[in-house]
């Protein structure tokens, strides 16, 4: 059965190709937003995918398939990081996005709100970000995401709680260092 949300399913489940063809460049998507860069988030989309082929593809239930993929990207991600011991690298890509507006001052200020959004993300500790952009970015429920990582909602409300309040002393620490910066 051809489901439009669910991507090729067959039997309810749908295979580890299936999953690549739809949810390959979100899953590249959150795991830059989650702070891998460069080479690191093509290893660790190739390796989800892999575990997601082991696994014998999705299977459908609570959780979506992009959810379900980032609880292995997340894994995989970790284990990584662990396993390399590398800090998070400023990545020049965000701060040279381009912008979609005709004013380049408007465009400059994009860009950096994007970059500070991004530094600020890189803040959190990685449970609580995982949770916040599937959350936040993504439009993911906490029942969804209960689901997918295994922990009670009790758990999901409370990591939210902390990321939404950490980010956002992040992200303003940031502006007001700019705005300082530029008036001097």
Same mark, same amino acid.
């Given at each position: 059965?051809?489901?439009?949300?669910?991507?090729?399913?067959?039997?309810?489940?749908?295979?580890? &190709?299936?999953?690549?063809?739809?949810?390959?460049? $979100?899953?590249?998507?959150?795991?830059? *937003?989650?702070?891998?860069?460069?080479?690191?988030?093509?290893?660790?989309?190739?390796?989800?995918?892999?575990?997601?082929?082991?696994?014998?593809?999705?299977?459908?239930?609570?959780?979506?398939?992009?959810? $379900?993929?980032?609880?292995?990207?997340?894994?995989?991600?970790?284990?990584?990081?662990?396993?390399?011991?590398?800090?998070?690298?400023?990545? &020049?890509?965000?701060?040279?996005?381009?912008?979609?507006?005709?004013?380049?001052?408007?465009?400059?200020?994009?860009?950096?709100?994007?970059?500070?959004?991004?530094?600020?993300?890189?803040?959190?500790?990685?449970? *609580?970000?995982?949770?916040?952009?599937? #959350?936040?970015?993504?439009? &993911?429920?906490?029942?969804?995401?209960?689901?997918?990582?295994?922990?009670?909602?009790?758990?999901?409300?409370?990591?939210?709680?902390?990321?939404?309040?950490? #980010?956002? *002393? &992040?992200?303003?620490?940031?502006?007001?260092? *700019?705005?300082?910066?530029?008036?001097?």
């Amino acid at each position: 059965m051809k489901d439009s949300r669910r991507g090729d399913m067959e039997g309810g489940r749908m295979d580890a &190709e299936a999953l690549f063809r739809r949810h390959a460049a $979100w899953t590249a998507r959150y795991v830059t *937003q989650l702070g891998f860069r460069g080479q690191d988030v093509e290893d660790i989309v190739q390796e989800t995918f892999l575990v997601a082929h082991r696994r014998g593809g999705f299977l459908e239930g609570p959780a979506k398939p992009t959810t $379900w993929l980032a609880q292995i990207a997340l894994r995989v991600g970790m284990a990584q990081r662990r396993s390399t011991r590398r800090a998070p690298v400023a990545d &020049e890509h965000i701060e040279r996005a381009p912008s979609s507006t005709a004013d380049p001052l408007s465009g400059a200020m994009s860009s950096q709100a994007l970059a500070n959004t991004q530094r600020a993300l890189d803040t959190l500790p990685m449970d *609580q970000r995982a949770l916040f952009v599937l #959350f936040e970015i993504e439009g &993911e429920s906490c029942e969804a995401l209960a689901q997918a990582f295994g922990v009670p909602i009790g758990t999901v409300y409370s990591r939210l709680h902390r990321a939404r309040a950490e #980010f956002l *002393q &992040e992200y303003r620490r940031l502006t007001a260092d *700019q705005k300082t910066r530029s008036a001097s």
